[in-house]
Every structure is written in C-alpha cells, then in structure tokens.
C-alpha cells in the first residue's frame, strides 16, 4: 500500500481534477501539490490556484510549457504528418507526456515522493500518464483517484464537490467534457456519446460554423525550413506565436472541426470534436511541399511510418526507443523540405494554391505539354521495353501453358 509523504498531481482545475485534489488530501492525509502546465489553454490562472488552494491543495505549481510543447512535440510529429487512424491530429497525446515530463522536473528538486493524475479508468489519457511516468521516472508511484474512490459518473463528482464545498466551474446543466492546450480543443461527453446525434454548432469553442464564415477568400503564406514552419506571411515568429496566429486565422473561417469516432487504446469506441484549425492548415500545407521536395521513394517510406508513429503517440509512447528510432528518419527525410506554401481558406475549406522551394525535385523543362528540354524518343522506347519485359514473359506463360 503506497503512503506517500508528498502528492504532485496533474491539476487541470476541471471538475475531476477539483474533486481528486480535495480526495488525495482526505485519503492520504499528506501534503499535495497542484501541478499545472500552461500549455496554451485560456485560463484565468489566479482563478485557477485559488480554485487549488480552495479544494485542499498544499501549493499551485503554474510552469509555461508552451515552447517545449510546440517545439519538441508538435513540430516532431508534423514532421511525421502523424494522425491516428487518417484523422486525429493528436493534440491531447501530444500534450500528455509534455505535463509528466515537467512534473518529473519538478519532482527530482523537491520532496514530491509520488504523482497522482485525475484520468479516469476508462479513457487513454491514464495510459498517456503512466506510461511516460514509467519511462522517465519509474521509480515513483502513481496515484489515480478514479480506480480508488467510489464515484462512477460526472454527476457523482458534481455531488462530491457540492457535498465539500469544492469550487468549480462544470454544473449540471452542462456535463460537456473539455481539453484544451494551444494545438486544439476537444468536446466529449453527453448528446455526443450517441453518434445518431448531430454535432451542434453553438458548441464549438473556437471556430466558426462554416455557414456564417466571411463570404471571401483568405490566403497565408507559410514558410518551413527542413520541415518545420518559420513565418506567416514573410513575417518570422515563433512557433507559439505562428499556431496561435493560425488558430486565428483557421477559426474565423470555419477551418478545422473534426467529428471524429475513434478506437481507444482498449478497444472501445469513442466519439470526440476536435477544433484544431492551426494544425490543420499546417498539415495541409507541409503535406503539399513535401510533394515537390521528396522524391517518390523517400516519401513512400515516410508514408508508409504515419500510422505507425501515430499509434505510437496516441498510445502513451511517446519517449520509448521505437519513436526515437523512427523520428531519426523522419528528421532525416525533412533535410530538403523547405520553402514557400500559399494556403486558401475559404468557409470551411483549406487547400494549397502554390509551392515553391528551390530545393524542388520539380522540372517544368521536363514535363512541360510546350517547347523546353526533350526525352530522347530512343531512350523512351528502351525504357518502356525494358520494363515491359517482366510483362511480356507473363503473358507468354498466359499463352502457352
């Protein structure tokens, strides 16, 4: 039985998180610290530490994440142009091991001698905790109150923290899940969990319903250098800075919203809404250079690693040896994909308008319908026979059995 002397949890300030700061502290009499990462999220965080500190937490730990995330995660597995399943951009797996990778931090110059998560028993974000926990830090426990206390539902922690005075924003009109962080937000949870039930637009949190998007097209210029993105419109910035300018620019035109139904990590299905109008375009746009940078080869190999890097992610496993192994790749295959994207968005759509990129594989002398370079007609027949050699011997094994 684990007795820990100091708890360090993963705080969101949500209703699950609210009521484990205040169960931690009843149930292991011990002190608890709530940790959280700015990822990005909006949130108003003096609000946040006194929701904390009202809860029964010992001390509100804030730590800016931003950068890290961006850099050493987004950008990693945009490289990859990684998904799960074709779809899911992945950025509530791409946040996870970003929290438990500052919570390690924070725990290796104090006293924190055990972490604690408020993942219920059913989701992958359990999954996503415990394992980065075990690859960085695996000789400190983890706590997760969901498979301890007796509660089973939402309405039952909207009860307990009723019941505890414990301060929280969800009420029982509203038992809409939420996870944000500067890649995207995601909406789970009531009408949404029967796939019979449309999506209702006055529940997006960022994007505009295409509908009511500005009747005009709009177009960004997007840089990349070997595969990550520099500048918006000639004007360089940080990653931070670029996503957030692109979230902006997704949202007001209706870009970005996905409705997706997803297999979790033990198999069950699960519906979930996913604004990530940024990442969107980004993906879009990187796919589109890469057309012109990789050759046919390279990028068959890299596309035939995208499911794979995306299951990888989505299952929590992000820091082992089979991701860092495929990310050596991945690093290698962006070493020419730099240059210019145009991207129109327009009430819903995005798409690429131009490319280019002096590192090009593209010859229009080649493959121009007008007068430029010409294929000797000699070496065009040669190679036509020579390939169709393999074809004539089966047709003649056709003919005479």
């Not at 108003?44 to 929701?51: H, I, S």
């Not at 804030?62 to 950068?67: G, I, R, V």
């Not at 990684?82 to 500052?102: C, D, F, Q, S």
């Not at 295959?333 to 759509?349: A, I, P």
Request: with cysteine.
């Amino acid at each position: 039985m684990i007795k820990p002397k100091h708890i360090l949890l993963a705080y969101s300030g949500g209703l699950d998180t609210s009521a484990a700061v205040h169960f931690l502290k009843k149930h292991f009499n011990c002190r608890v610290t709530a940790y959280c990462a700015d990822l990005g999220q909006r949130e108003d965080w003096d609000q946040l530490e006194k929701r904390a500190l009202a809860a029964g937490a010992d001390e509100f730990v804030l730590e800016d994440m931003k950068t890290t995330f961006v850099e050493d995660y987004i950008f990693p597995a945009l490289k990859a142009n990684a998904t799960y399943e074709r779809a899911y951009l992945l950025g509530t797996p791409l946040a996870r091991p970003v929290i438990v990778h500052g919570m390690i931090q924070y725990s290796r110059n104090s006293d924190v001698d055990c972490l604690a998560h408020g993942c219920t028993h059913k989701g992958n974000d359990q999954v996503r905790f415990e394992m980065a926990a075990k690859y960085l830090a695996p000789d400190l426990p983890m706590i997760a109150p969901w498979r301890i206390w007796k509660m089973k539902s939402r309405e039952d922690l909207l009860g307990y923290c009723k019941t505890h005075n414990i301060p929280i924003v969800h009420c029982t009109d509203d038992l809409l899940s939420h996870d944000e962080n500067l890649a995207h937000i995601t909406t789970e949870g009531e009408y949404l969990e029967d796939p019979s039930n449309e999506f209702r637009w006055e529940d997006a949190c960022w994007i505009t319903p295409p509908f009511q998007a500005p009747d005009r097209v709009e177009k960004t210029l997007i840089r990349f250098e070997k595969g990550i993105p520099v500048s918006l419109d000639g004007r360089e910035m940080s990653g931070v800075d670029l996503i957030r300018q692109l979230n902006e620019t997704g949202s007001r035109n209706g870009v970005g919203l996905q409705d997706i139904i997803e297999n979790r990590i033990n198999g069950l299905k699960v519906r979930g809404i996913f604004e990530s109008p940024g990442l969107f375009i980004l993906h879009a746009a990187h796919l589109h250079l890469e057309k012109i940078t990789l050759s046919e080869s390279v990028e068959r190999i890299r596309n035939s690693l995208i499911d794979v890097y995306g299951e990888i992610v989505y299952q929590g496993l992000w820091f082992s040896e089979e991701r860092n192994l495929i990310q050596a790749l991945i690093d290698r295959s962006q070493q020419h994909v730099t240059g210019d994207v145009l991207m129109s968005l327009y009430k819903g759509t995005c798409h690429a308008v131009s490319v280019c990129s002096k590192a090009s594989l593209y010859r229009q002398n080649l493959v121009s319908l007008h007068e430029g370079d010409t294929i000797s007609v000699d070496d065009a027949a040669g190679f036509l026979n020579t390939i169709a050699m393999r074809i004539v011997a089966e047709a003649s094994r056709r003919q005479h059995p």
